[in-house]
């Protein structure tokens, strides 16, 4: 069964600028999670969806942070403009559904942007 | 709101010793418990996971007991090998709006020196 695929895995650019981080989940998971891991420390929830639908968006700075997930499988997660402070590893997972508590979450390799 | 907080790291040590790192959670309801793992240039992956009371996550020779008493999951491994040099998360799951999501402490980095 294939894991779940990110890309790009590195991302340099400027600060005020935008970039674009993709997300393709395991199949047939209705659940996907963005999460923001800052160096040291651990993953913190952005966004999550069930199908294509946001179910919790409370930490995503929405000024600056939008996502979306078409048709219920990939998603996209765009900053527009960056700062430096979104220096991060960007971290996709996903699940069968959201209603289990001890599911397991599957994490894709991440994508780390740093932000100059 | 809830949390987990986790032993500082960085832990050191020798091929073959005994590993132990502290986990300690606070929440308002029942979560389930996991530990992840994250080698080095790769994704987060699950080791192991608990989900009630005196349940005993293990794999690959780690081990955890969900304590409710002492709100506690501790990571050990009776004799640690370099291969285990990753950094370690404990995490519980928290409710959403709809259903699940992680909620992490900050990582514990292992190194297990030959």
């Known amino acids: 069964e294939a894991g779940v695929a990110q890309s790009p895995r590195y991302k340099i650019i400027e600060k005020r600028q935008s970039v674009a981080f993709w997300c393709n989940p395991i199949?047939?998971?209705?659940?996907l999670y963005w999460y923001q891991q800052i160096l040291g420390q651990g993953p913190k929830l952005l966004i999550q969806?069930?199908?294509?639908?946001?179910?919790?968006d409370s930490q995503l700075p929405k000024d600056r942070f939008s996502a979306e997930r078409l048709k219920g499988v990939d998603s996209t997660l765009k900053i527009q403009p960056a700062k430096l402070e979104d220096s991060a590893v960007y971290l996709c997972?996903?699940?069968?559904?959201?209603?289990?508590?001890?599911?397991?979450?599957?994490f894709g390799p991440g994508t780390r942007l740093t932000v100059l | 709101g809830d949390s987990v907080t986790q032993m500082e790291g960085p832990v050191t040590l020798s091929e073959e010793a005994f590993l132990t790192i502290n986990c300690t959670y606070t929440?308002?309801?029942?979560?389930?418990l996991f530990w992840y793992v994250q080698y080095p240039g790769e994704g987060l992956q699950l080791l192991l996971k608990?989900?009630?009371?005196?349940d005993k996550g293990s794999n690959k020779g780690f081990e955890a007991t969900y304590r409710k008493e002492t709100t506690s999951f501790h990571l050990e491994k009776g004799s640690v090998q370099v291969s285990d040099s990753a950094v370690y998360f404990c995490?519980?799951?928290?409710?959403?709006?709809?259903?699940?999501?992680?909620?992490f402490g900050k990582g514990t980095s292992l190194l297990v020196t030959p």
């Open positions: 997972a996903s699940r069968v559904e959201p209603g289990r508590r001890a599911d397991t979450q599957y």
């Open positions: 199949s047939g998971h209705a659940t």
């Open positions: 969806f069930q199908n294509n639908g946001v179910v919790d």
């Open positions: 929440a308002t309801g029942y979560p389930s």
């Open positions: 608990a989900t009630k009371a005196d």
């Open positions: 995490a519980l799951s928290d409710r959403t709006n709809s259903g699940y999501a992680l909620n």
